[in-house]
């Protein structure tokens, strides 16, 4: 967890930022107010309550936080607190995600044996190495390019350097010419305060499908559990089945719907995964996605 100064919090109170709905650029009203408490690193300090405004796009469907300066993860020194996160990361080889198991059973029964893979904001996770350490897959070609702010002497031909926030640093030819058959974005939307090097990577990368995963502020667990879909620290976009959809539709991906089993019948996560697949939304979404 950053940890952020008294002094840190201050300027981030007396900052003015407004944006703008991330899907259609439109100026959305202010729904409502969220405050996160930042802890100090100095005690004396306390804890500080931060005032971020809460927006909802009528047209779009989706709620998102004006930025706090200097606590997303957003700002230069921020993305190099980032870096030496994710250095320290694979440093340690951490394969994959927990959730990577039941992604790699889709995309088998997708692809059957060949699958090249553009995992944008891939982090220190691989989702080839999952496959790679399941001896029911390993024979199997699949193939993986990473995209993420990696330092630069993990870069290779299979981890390459892309800022999803600077479409600028983003090399579409190099990710064009690996011609993947799916692009994952795994827990990614949620954290980008704008879209335009996402929304440059999906409409120019000739990918077939594209697999999207996003917390969800419908989600049923947090209406048994009354809790609202608030964590501005991190998350600034709150998405719903329906805005994420919106989104896909803006870049020509229609909704795929995928009915598969769980790996294990008694694990609620293997369900909801499952369950999102054709469309029933219990916790977070889980979508495909297919090229029209």
């Not at 005690?43 to 998102?64: A, F, L, N, Q, T």
């Not at 917390?215 to 947090?222: E, G, V």
């Not at 469309?279 to 979404?285: K, Q, R, S």
Request: glycine share 4%; charged share 30%.
């Amino acid at each position: 967890m950053v940890i952020f100064t008294k002094n840190d919090l201050m300027k981030v109170v007396n900052s003015d930022i407004f944006r703008k709905c991330p899907i259609c650029n439109s100026s959305s009203p202010i729904k409502g107010y969220s405050f996160d408490i930042f802890e100090s690193n100095n005690h004396k300090d306390g804890r500080v309550k931060v005032k971020c405004s809460k927006r909802e796009c009528k047209k779009c469907d989706i709620e998102y936080f004006d930025l706090i300066k200097g606590v997303n993860n957003f700002g230069k020194a921020a993305v190099n607190y980032y870096m030496k996160d994710l250095e320290s990361r694979l440093s340690k080889n951490r394969k994959y995600k927990r959730r990577h198991f039941m992604l790699d059973k889709l995309l088998i029964k997708l692809f059957n044996d060949k699958i090249r893979i553009l995992s944008l904001g891939a982090g220190s996770s691989s989702i080839e190495s999952r496959f790679k350490s399941n001896k029911k897959y390993k024979n199997k070609f699949i193939q993986e390019m990473r995209l993420d702010v990696y330092p630069k002497k993990y870069l290779s031909e299979k981890l390459v350097f892309g800022n999803l926030l600077e479409k600028k640093s983003i090399e579409i030819e190099n990710l064009k010419e690996f011609k993947p058959h799916i692009i994952v974005i795994d827990n990614v939307l949620e954290h980008v305060p704008n879209f335009e090097a996402l929304s440059e990577i999906l409409s120019y990368v000739n990918a077939d499908y594209c697999y999207v995963s996003v917390p969800n502020r419908n989600s049923i667990l947090n209406l048994l559990k009354k809790k609202e879909f608030d964590w501005p620290v991190q998350h600034v976009n709150n998405f719903n089945n329906n805005s994420l959809g919106l989104f896909m539709k803006g870049h020509n991906f229609r909704k795929f719907l995928f009915p598969m089993l769980p790996l294990n019948i008694l694990k609620l996560r293997d369900w909801v995964f499952v369950a999102s697949l054709i469309g029933l939304n219990i916790g977070g979404i889980y979508s495909l996605y297919k090229r029209k």
